[in-house]
């Protein structure tokens, strides 16, 4: 295991765990990582600023400028240096100002500006982690693409037994290393993802469409952007602007400019995942002035519309993995497994609008997924964001088994 030359800014907030955090330090500085080390003031009881300096080899600092030094602390600088962040002990407090964009500390401000991804290792009382105000401040900070070291069950400080330790500091350094070892692996692929809806003209004002809202997809192109992958993504009508430095964005209307656009970046793909709820008929005709109602209803003559995900099968080169997606809403398993065939996949992700929470529009999802072995995983609903993370873990593992043989 090796982080040679990683920046690691580790945010130190005001829990008992803090006197861990020396072992921390060791750990990534025997790796071979740059270690800087901000701490909230009101953490300085808990571990000492010399012992942190010593082990980390940089001073500690606390505040956006020393009164004695007359030296600034620029959290953007600081937010620049990161490889990563990570804050541990993250109290209540510190959570929930993080949430709220607050800035009183130098800790906060740095974290507010931060650019690489962010890890947060909670501690705190039982009733405190489990009542609803954290747990939902977690889980808006899971939203927003942090990474969430979940605490620990046992002996808490306070005498009570339950969730609320911290994260080991070898667990810790063990998330930061995966984290390091997937982006190395990432950065050279190129990933091509589809998502959102199509829509199918039936005169100037009327159309063809579905009610995807294209949020998978984005989940999906923002979790391996967040790793350096080169990410291509084709999006439907109303599929929101995305914003990142990795994320190369076409928008398209319709299932053919969808095909067009995928056969265009297809060869140099390495993975693609077609997320996208692509309308299976489009009218034979598009009137050119809005069919009016008249006495009879008219009726609209439709042909289908290319399939691309068939399409891009057919071209499918050896060490290309292909993923689709299966939304159904009966005999999911048979019908999923007769697409990932007929279009031959490598996976599919089944999701049925049968089960609550999954489907168009939710920010949550609960999939299975079907390799071309006959394998099946059976994931619990979790958030878009976290379902992405488990089809890219699946991927890459899948890409890297084509690799070998
Ligand atoms: N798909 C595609 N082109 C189409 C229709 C679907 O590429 N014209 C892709 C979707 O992006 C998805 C997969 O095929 O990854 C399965 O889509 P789905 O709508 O579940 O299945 P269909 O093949 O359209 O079959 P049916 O509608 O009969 O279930």
């Not at 600034?72 to 209540?92: C, G, K, Q, R, Y």
């Not at 510190?94 to 607050?102: F, L, R, S, W």
């Not at 105000?133 to 969430?148: A, D, S």
């Not at 063809?208 to 391996?224: A, E, R």
């Amino acid at each position: 295991m090796s982080l040679q030359g990683k920046h690691i800014l580790i945010g130190i907030s005001a829990g008992i765990a803090a006197y861990k955090i020396p072992f921390l330090v060791r750990l990534l500085k025997k790796s071979g990582a740059e270690v800087q080390i901000i701490m909230t003031p009101s953490s300085l009881g808990f571990v000492t600023p010399l012992t942190l300096s010593t082990l980390s080899q940089r001073p500690v600092l606390i505040e956006p400028f020393n009164q004695e030094t007359g030296q600034w602390n620029s959290h953007v600088e600081l937010s620049l240096w990161a490889d990563a962040m990570i804050i541990a002990p993250a109290t209540a407090n510190t959570m929930a100002k993080m949430v709220t964009g607050i800035t009183d500390n130098l800790l906060l401000a740095t974290y507010l500006s931060a650019r690489s991804q962010v890890f947060i290792a909670p501690t705190m009382d039982l009733d405190m982690y489990q009542h609803p105000v954290t747990q939902e401040n977690i889980g808006k900070l899971r939203k927003m693409g942090h990474i969430l070291l979940e605490p620990n069950t046992g002996e808490l400080a306070s005498g009570l037994e339950g969730a609320g330790r911290m994260q080991e500091p070898e667990e810790i350094f063990q998330v930061l290393n995966d984290f390091f070892e997937k982006k190395k692996s990432l950065s050279h692929l190129k990933i091509l993802i589809s998502a959102g809806p199509t829509f199918e003209k039936i005169d100037p004002v009327r159309f063809i469409g579905n009610h995807s809202t294209g949020k998978m997809g984005i989940s999906l192109c923002k979790v391996f952007a967040n790793l350096d992958a080169e990410v291509q993504l084709i999006s439907g009508p109303g599929v929101p602007e995305i914003n990142h430095q990795r994320i190369k964005q076409t928008k398209v209307t319709t299932a053919d400019d969808m095909l067009r656009e995928c056969e265009k970046h297809f060869p140099s793909s390495d993975i693609t995942i077609m997320a996208a709820a692509i309308a299976d008929f489009k009218p034979k005709n598009i009137s050119d002035k809005k069919i009016k109602k008249g006495n009879n209803p008219p009726v609209i003559e439709l042909i289908p519309t290319p399939d691309v995900l068939f399409n891009l099968g057919k071209q499918k080169k050896e060490h290309q993995l292909l993923i689709g997606f299966a939304l159904e809403t009966d005999q999911e398993m048979e019908h999923a497994k007769q697409k990932l065939e007929r279009k031959n996949l490598d996976f599919i992700v089944l999701n049925s609008l049968r089960d609550s929470g999954s489907g168009f529009g939710f920010d949550t999802n609960q999939i299975t997924i079907i390799d071309k072995n006959g394998s099946t995983k059976v994931f619990p609903l979790k958030s878009k964001d976290m379902v992405a993370n488990d089809i890219l873990d699946h991927a890459l593992e899948m890409f890297q088994k084509k690799l070998v043989v």
